[in-house]
Structures are given as structure tokens and as C-alpha cells.
């Protein structure tokens, strides 16, 4: 596998959640604070984003509009979703994240699957993201009994508008145990920070162009040291090789709230001429080895990025995989190459 494979791969969100719940206001959000990275918004309609009339940079055709810092928004059905996905991962549109608003597009479910299905090289799964109303919690639920359903099947829960429920510690609890291990963070206004999502770029990278982030600094500096609650990263480096199957264990094992872990890890004499790029996103894992760059030092390094994580702990448990034994056993790669794609029939669609 060539160097193609990984680095230009965009991630696809899907972000879901019940009328009300503050999902297009975590879009908004989203758009408004990407920094230097641009977004696909894939939506039911244009109504419901809030696009300022001096970022947007022009229509594309009856249903793209393209704004100021270089996101896309798209208004499509579900049996439209892989011509956009398509179409925004193409070199030329310079998306670096793209996510699908599940608002009546289809169950969450069937968007993840589509996604998961979808035979475009250059998107990968990025986590099925649901927003529930910490004040409605329960007559939402009572209303929509299939929430318990979306929530078990959630990779990262944002337990919205926090500041208006009386009881946030009641619902935040009730959450984690209708969640499969999730993350869940609590937010108001829908304030999630955009780096559990995708790694954002500098916003200096953006050259020439008018961005939501420019028309709106001002007015929402004050709520930037609130963006970092509930978030956890630890980055880890090893020198020594990782050894497979320690590996593997602790991936299989990772811990509730664990939602991404990204970075590159050398497995020493079990493959020398590659590395293997990691991507996970709750359940969902996948490797992609690539020739180690010429000239690199050959190292192991890893981000994990989650909400209530023990990063101490977790940093033991990875130094705990490290091996520098001389030798390979023959086997030893078996449970990574079932993650890697094209090497068994559907790699690393674990848990959907």
C-alpha cells in the first residue's frame, strides 16, 4: 500500500439527535470554530444552518452552497448521500472532515452503515455523534422510546444545554449506562471542542478568504475556556517496537470514553518496510500500513482523545506493549491484519 491510502482519508460524522436537541446548533458550532479546517455539512435543508449572508462565497449548483472559509453545505436525501460523499471528497474541494446531519436523512443506523459501505477510497467512519437535551431527557425518551437504541449505538453522546436541566448529574449518569462504552460530554450551547471530532488545522493555513471564525471571534472569546471541559488526550511515544498481540489487547479492552485514538505504530521485525497508520473512533478501528518516510526515525506515536479517561493509567498499559525482541512470531500479525482493508472480506466494521 502506497502513502495514498491514509494521510488525505476524511472522516465522515455522523450527528445525530432528536428534534430540539441542539444538533444544528453543534453544526453551527462546528462551522463557526473550524479554524483552518474545512467542513462538508451533508443537511436535510439550508433553513436551519445559520449562514451569514457575508461568509457565504456563492452557490454551487441547486443544492452546494460554499462558504466563506472553505466549507461546503450540501441539502440531499439519503438516496443521494454517496454522490455528495463523492463529490466533497474530491481532491480539488479541500474538505478535511465531512458530517452528515442525520435530521429525517434516515435511522442513524442505516447512515452509519451507508458509510461504513461506501467504496470511496478516501473517506473512512468518523464516529456516530448524538446530542441529547439534558432538560427533555426524559420526556424524550418517553416520546421516542428508540433513543435508548441510538444511544447504545453512539460513539460519542453530547449531553446538551446542561445549564437548564436541574438535575445534570441524574441525566448525565443515566446517559453512561444507556451507553456501549461511549464518551459522553457534557455542553451547553452545543460547545463541543471540534479536535474530538477531527484534527482541526491552523487557521493561519487559510489564506485570502473571509471565514466564519473571522465574523464571529468577537462575542464568543469568552466561552473558549469552556470548549475543553470533559476532554482528555494523552500522547504516547515509544522507541521500542509494539508487539501485535499486546497491542491488539489493549485496543480490544480500551476503556469507556476512549473515542479516538490516531497516530502510527511500528511493529519492528514483524514488518519492516511499513508502519501502520491507526485510526479509531469508538468501536470502529482500522490500520493502514504505508513505507516508513525516508529518513524517519522509526518510532511508535499515538494520540487517544476521550472524556473522563485515566490518561496515567492508559500510558502504563501502552508501555506495556512495547517489544524490542529481536524476532517475529509468524502469527503475530494475524489480529492487526483483520483491521487492515483488503485483507479479509470487511475489516473493522466491529460493533455495527
Same mark, same amino acid.
Given at each position: 500500500?502506497?502513502?495514498?491510502?491514509?494521510?488525505?482519508?476524511?472522516?465522515?460524522?455522523?450527528?445525530?439527535?432528536? %428534534?430540539?436537541?441542539?444538533?444544528?446548533?453543534?453544526?453551527?458550532?462546528?462551522?463557526?470554530?473550524?479554524?483552518?479546517?474545512?467542513?462538508?455539512?451533508? @443537511?436535510? #435543508?439550508?433553513?436551519?444552518?445559520?449562514?451569514?449572508?457575508?461568509?457565504?462565497?456563492?452557490?454551487?449548483?441547486? !443544492?452546494?452552497?460554499?462558504?466563506?472559509?472553505?466549507?461546503?453545505?450540501?441539502? @440531499?436525501?439519503?438516496?443521494?448521500?454517496?454522490?455528495?460523499?463523492?463529490?466533497?471528497?474530491?481532491?480539488?474541494?479541500?474538505?478535511?472532515?465531512?458530517?452528515?446531519?442525520? !435530521?429525517?436523512?434516515?435511522?442513524?443506523?442505516?447512515?452509519?452503515?451507508?458509510?461504513?459501505?461506501? &467504496?470511496?477510497?478516501?473517506?473512512?467512519?468518523?464516529?456516530?455523534?448524538?446530542?441529547?437535551?439534558?432538560?427533555?431527557?426524559?420526556?424524550?425518551?418517553?416520546?421516542?422510546?428508540?433513543?435508548? =437504541?441510538?444511544?447504545?449505538?453512539?460513539?460519542?453522546?453530547?449531553?446538551?444545554? *446542561?445549564?437548564?436541566?436541574?438535575?445534570?448529574?441524574?441525566?448525565?449518569? $443515566?446517559?453512561?449506562?444507556?451507553?456501549?462504552?461511549?464518551?459522553? @460530554?457534557?455542553?451547553?450551547?452545543?460547545?463541543?471542542?471540534?479536535?474530538?471530532?477531527?484534527?482541526?488545522?491552523?487557521? &493561519?493555513?487559510?489564506?485570502?478568504? $473571509?471565514?466564519?471564525? #473571522? *465574523?464571529?471571534?468577537?462575542?464568543?472569546?469568552?466561552?473558549?475556556?469552556?470548549?475543553?471541559?470533559?476532554? #482528555?488526550? $494523552?500522547?504516547?511515544? !515509544?522507541?521500542?517496537?509494539?508487539?501485535?498481540? =499486546?497491542?491488539?489487547?489493549? %485496543?480490544?479492552?480500551?476503556?469507556?470514553?476512549?473515542? =479516538?485514538?490516531?497516530?502510527?505504530? #511500528?511493529?519492528?521485525?514483524?514488518?519492516?518496510?511499513?508502519?501502520?497508520?491507526?485510526?479509531?473512533?469508538?468501536?470502529? $478501528?482500522?490500520?493502514?500500513?504505508?513505507?516508513?518516510?525516508?529518513?524517519?526515525?522509526?518510532?511508535?506515536?499515538?494520540?487517544?482523545?476521550? !472524556?473522563?479517561?485515566?490518561?496515567?493509567?492508559?500510558?502504563?498499559?501502552?508501555?506495556?506493549?512495547?517489544?524490542?525482541?529481536?524476532?517475529?512470531?509468524?502469527?503475530?500479525?494475524?489480529?492487526?491484519?483483520?483491521?487492515?482493508?483488503?485483507?479479509? &472480506?470487511?475489516?473493522?466494521?466491529?460493533?455495527?
Amino acid at each position: 500500500m502506497g502513502n495514498s491510502s491514509t494521510p488525505q482519508q476524511i472522516p465522515v460524522v455522523v450527528l445525530a439527535g432528536f %428534534l430540539g436537541s441542539g444538533k444544528t446548533t453543534l453544526l453551527n458550532h462546528l462551522l463557526h470554530h473550524s479554524g483552518g479546517s474545512r467542513i462538508g455539512a451533508i @443537511v436535510n #435543508d439550508f433553513g436551519s444552518i445559520e449562514i451569514d449572508a457575508m461568509a457565504v462565497a456563492g452557490a454551487l449548483g441547486d !443544492s452546494t452552497v460554499s462558504l466563506g472559509n472553505g466549507c461546503l453545505c450540501c441539502a @440531499v436525501d439519503a438516496s443521494e448521500l454517496d454522490v455528495y460523499l463523492d463529490r466533497l471528497a474530491a481532491p480539488d474541494a479541500g474538505i478535511d472532515v465531512i458530517v452528515i446531519e442525520a !435530521s429525517g436523512l434516515a435511522e442513524p443506523q442505516e447512515l452509519v452503515r451507508m458509510v461504513l459501505a461506501s &467504496e470511496q477510497p478516501r473517506v473512512v467512519y468518523g464516529g456516530l455523534v448524538e446530542v441529547v437535551d439534558a432538560a427533555e431527557f426524559d420526556a424524550t425518551r418517553a416520546r421516542h422510546p428508540e433513543l435508548d =437504541r441510538h444511544l447504545a449505538l453512539a460513539d460519542l453522546v453530547v449531553v446538551n444545554k *446542561l445549564d437548564r436541566a436541574a438535575d445534570g448529574e441524574r441525566v448525565l449518569g $443515566l446517559v453512561r449506562s444507556l451507553t456501549d462504552r461511549a464518551a459522553v @460530554v457534557p455542553a451547553t450551547y452545543g460547545r463541543i471542542d471540534p479536535e474530538f471530532l477531527f484534527d482541526c488545522r491552523p487557521s &493561519e493555513e487559510r489564506i485570502g478568504q $473571509l471565514s466564519f471564525d #473571522d *465574523l464571529h471571534e468577537r462575542g464568543t472569546d469568552e466561552h473558549a475556556g469552556h470548549l475543553h471541559t470533559g476532554y #482528555d488526550n $494523552l500522547s504516547f511515544a !515509544s522507541d521500542a517496537p509494539m508487539e501485535p498481540r =499486546r497491542l491488539m489487547r489493549f %485496543l480490544d479492552s480500551r476503556p469507556d470514553g476512549l473515542y =479516538r485514538i490516531k497516530g502510527h505504530v #511500528d511493529f519492528g521485525p514483524y514488518d519492516v518496510r511499513n508502519r501502520y497508520t491507526v485510526h479509531a473512533v469508538g468501536r470502529f $478501528l482500522r490500520f493502514h500500513p504505508e513505507p516508513w518516510p525516508a529518513g524517519d526515525g522509526r518510532r511508535t506515536q499515538l494520540v487517544l482523545i476521550g !472524556s473522563g479517561i485515566d490518561t496515567e493509567a492508559l500510558d502504563k498499559e501502552l508501555q506495556g506493549c512495547a517489544n524490542d525482541a529481536p524476532h517475529a512470531d509468524e502469527h503475530g500479525m494475524w489480529g492487526i491484519l483483520r483491521y487492515v482493508p483488503g485483507t479479509e &472480506e470487511e475489516p473493522g466494521t466491529g460493533g455495527y
